[in-house]
């Protein structure tokens, strides 16, 4: 059985969501997994975005392990607390 960490992003082209697996190898950091996967090759936007491993912000020297998932989040179309306000003024 080979151990595995996943890639999650939104394709800024496409806006669809992308998901890769990628066979781990032990010392791997969110940086190796980056080069390892291309994306920021084929996505040069996605560079300085937020990173997070389920959910928990990242840096790209944080190690990872058997079974994580990195993301790579989408920009906010609107600040959430501007969205509650909106919704509420809906009602």
């Known amino acids: 059985m080979t151990l595995r960490v996943d890639l999650c ?4 082209e496409t806006l ?3 998901k890769s ?4 190898e032990p010392g791997m950091t969110v940086a ?8 920021l090759l084929r996505f040069p936007s ?3 975005r937020p ?6 912000k ?3 020297d944080t190690p990872l392990s058997a079974g994580d998932r990195l993301e790579i ?6 600040d959430p607390k501007e969205a509650r306000r909106l919704r509420a003024k809906k009602r």
């Open 21 to 24: 697996s990628y066979a781990w």
């Open 46 to 48: 996605l560079k300085n």
């Open 51 to 56: 990173m997070g491993v389920f959910s928990e």
């Open 9 to 12: 992003f939104q394709n800024p």
């Open 32 to 39: 190796k997994l980056l080069e390892l996967s291309g994306v």
């Open 16 to 18: 669809g969501l992308e």
């Open 58 to 60: 990242v840096d790209l």
């Open 73 to 78: 989040y989408a920009p906010l179309q609107i």
